[in-house]
Structure formats: structure tokens, C-alpha cells
């Protein structure tokens, strides 16, 4: 950054240690108006354009007419990190498909507004984390909601700034969690696992989705429902398994369980019920029906896998519910809890976000959304 306000000396050294050097000393050639991924008109510095609701950068230096030394008080390198060009990226469980926006700078997928190599040091800089194709997480969310897409990563230098533009077509999406298994009647169903987060900030900054671009949590994944059973005098137990949870909403669908008694014999004194629906990228799965043993003995229905590509910040998937009929009856395990949209690493980081676009799970700066991994 060229820390220099009005009426302090600044010289073409200093423009040219931050900037870079332009071709034949050219002043002019600082003139810029450039198009990067889906952000556009870029001059040599930029700020938020405050007038729309995702607050898109937008150029605070001249992009023609007569340029003096003056212009450049405060400014500051731009450098653009890639997440535009190329292929569609999927993140494994492990974390090490995709690199953190840190480790993508420092192999130089970037763009530089100005004629350098961006600097090793990034303090003073302008960080712009570009994403405009989409990212997602392999997997469903059994690993919880502390697994994210794409992290920031942490150790960009004091001094930095940050931003993170999500583009018309950028795309970051958790994955959904699995639904839980349908109990028995000795076994409430088996609560529904979490699904993943899309975006985690490591290092404060402000986030910014334009109009049609999504971060999207994965849904949690529906409870199995209860199972039941019933013996009268002279009669054999009937027993009736409850309903698979369904699946989470995510690009990775989140999978359906199945029901309980899944492994007995389905006629006779047993009745298994139904498997959960596995999500799709649309919407989270439907429960399965519980088992019905002649209407003596009924398992609860497994809970919906939760999700949808509409606004909300609490996707977390429905609970199973108790069995229905029977002298002894189990409950419906817990839905799991929904990925957020954005994460931060702990209480020391904070971020803004400033949404034109789609949003699904939490982007709260409370102690509920740390866990970042």
C-alpha cells in the first residue's frame, strides 16, 4: 500500500514498488479497465461499490483521462486468487483436493492488477478470492459440519485485505448428510448425520455473492423413526420396524437409511420399514413409512433429509418420528444439523457478508458456527 495521504511527497519509485513497473515507465499504462472470471471493469485499485446489495468491486482509480501522482495516495495492489478457469473441482473427505485460497495464491493461480509477481509478503494488499464455476465436497456428511468446501486458509499476513466474491456462476455447496437408521423395538432409530459447510473463513474478511451465485451448506440428514412391537395372550410378538431417515439436500446427495429390521425376515412376525430417499441437489429425501404388523405393532416414519435451494439459514434435518402403535414403542432419532453456508475458523476471525444471491445454512458470527477444520 502507498501510505501516503494529500500533501505528502510521493515519487514513481514508490508507485512502481507497489504496482510494478509499466511498460516504457508509461504513467498511463496504470489506466486499466480489465475483466476477471465474473468480475468486471477492474481498474488499478478498487473498493466496494456501495450502491448494490453484494457490493461488487469497482475501480477508485482513474480509468482515463489525465493521471497524477496524487491518484495514487492509499492505493493499493490488487491480486485476484483463482477459482474461475478451469473444470468444476470436487473436495474429498481428506481436505486436499481443493487448496485453501492461501495455498492457490502461493502457486500462483492469480491474477495481478498491475505489473509484478505478487508478493511474498501480503501485507497492504487486496485479496480477492474469486470463485465463478463450482466447488463442492465429495462424500456424504457423516464427517460433520466442521468439513468445508473451500477455507480462506489463515496465514495471509497482517495488513491484508481481504475478500471473498462468490460470481453469477459460482457455485460452493456442502454435502448432505446421511439419514439415520430406522430403530426396532428394543432400539430407537439412530439420529441422522450432519451435513457439510461450503465456505470457512480462517482470516477476517468480507464475503460477497452477486445475483444467481450460491454458498450452500449440506441439509442434515432426516432421524429413523421408532420401531414397535406387540405380544397378546396366545399370540406371537409382532414387531414393526421404524422408517430410514431421508437424506440431506447437497450437489453429494446425502443418503437415505434404511429401515429398521432391515436384515430380518419381512413376513411372518417382523415388518421392515421403509428406506429413507436420498436428496438430490434440489431438496433433501423423504422419510420411509414405518413397518405395519396388522396394525398391532407400527414404526414412526423416518424424519426428511432438509434442504432446498430457497434463502435460509436452518437446514437441519427432521427428527424421526416414535412408533405409532404397539405395547412397546421406541423414538425417533435426532435429525442431523445442517452445514453452513459460512464458517469461521474461531471468535478471532470475523467477516461481513454481503448477499445478492443465495444462501442456505447458518453465516452467524456466534460460537455455534466455529468448529473449522
Wanted: zero cysteines; a positive charge; charged letters at 20%.
Amino acid at each position: 500500500m502507498i501510505n501516503k495521504n494529500t500533501g505528502d511527497t510521493i515519487s514513481f519509485t514508490d508507485i512502481k514498488n507497489e504496482f510494478g513497473m509499466p511498460p516504457g515507465k508509461n504513467l498511463g499504462a496504470y489506466r486499466m479497465s480489465v475483466n476477471v472470471g465474473g468480475l468486471s471493469n477492474l481498474g488499478l485499485d478498487n473498493v466496494d461499490d456501495t450502491g448494490q446489495t453484494h457490493r461488487p468491486p469497482t475501480s477508485n482509480f482513474p480509468q482515463s483521462g489525465t493521471i497524477k501522482f496524487s491518484d495514487f495516495y492509499q492505493k493499493r495492489l490488487n491480486v485476484i486468487v483463482d477459482y474461475y478457469s478451469g473444470s468444476p473441482e470436487v473436495e474429498s473427505k481428506n481436505n486436499v483436493n481443493i487448496k485453501t485460497g492461501y495455498k492457490q495464491y502461493k502457486a500462483g493461480k492469480v491474477k495481478v492488477l498491475g505489473f509484478k509477481s505478487p508478493p511474498s509478503n501480503t501485507s497492504g494488499t487486496k485479496i480477492i478470492i474469486h470463485v465463478n464455476k463450482r466447488l463442492s465436497r465429495s462424500s456424504s456428511g457423516e464427517e460433520g459440519n466442521s468439513k468445508i468446501t473451500l477455507r480462506t486458509g489463515g496465514a495471509w499476513e497482517s495488513g491484508t485485505q481481504l475478500r471473498v466474491d462468490v460470481g453469477s456462476e459460482g457455485r460452493i455447496f456442502g454435502a448432505g448428510g446421511k439419514g439415520g437408521k430406522g430403530g426396532k423395538v428394543d432400539m430407537d432409530g439412530k439420529p441422522g448425520k450432519d451435513g457439510t459447510s461450503a465456505l470457512g473463513m480462517a482470516f477476517s474478511g468480507d464475503v460477497h455473492v452477486f445475483p444467481n451465485g450460491k454458498i450452500i451448506g449440506g441439509g442434515g440428514g432426516g432421524g429413523g423413526g421408532g420401531g414397535a412391537g406387540q405380544k397378546d395372550k396366545g399370540d406371537p410378538w409382532r414387531r414393526a420396524g421404524g422408517g430410514g431417515g431421508g437424506g440431506g439436500q447437497g450437489v453429494d446427495n446425502g443418503l437415505g437409511n434404511v429401515g429398521g429390521y432391515d436384515t430380518e425376515n419381512q413376513g411372518g412376525n417382523f415388518r421392515r420399514g421403509q428406506e429413507g430417499e436420498k436428496g438430490n441437489s434440489e431438496q433433501g429425501g423423504t422419510g420411509g413409512n414405518g413397518g405395519d404388523n396388522d396394525e398391532e405393532a407400527k414404526g414412526g416414519k423416518g424424519g426428511a433429509g432438509f434442504g432446498a435451494i430457497v434463502s435460509m439459514q436452518i437446514n437441519d434435518g427432521e427428527r424421526g418420528f416414535n412408533a405409532q402403535r404397539g405395547k412397546e414403542k421406541t423414538k425417533g432419532g435426532a435429525g442431523g444439523k445442517g452445514g453452513s453456508s459460512v464458517r469461521r475458523k474461531n471468535s478471532n476471525v470475523s467477516f461481513n457478508v454481503y448477499n445478492g444471491g443465495l444462501m442456505v445454512g447458518n453465516w452467524t458470527q456466534n460460537n455455534s458456527n466455529m468448529g473449522f477444520s
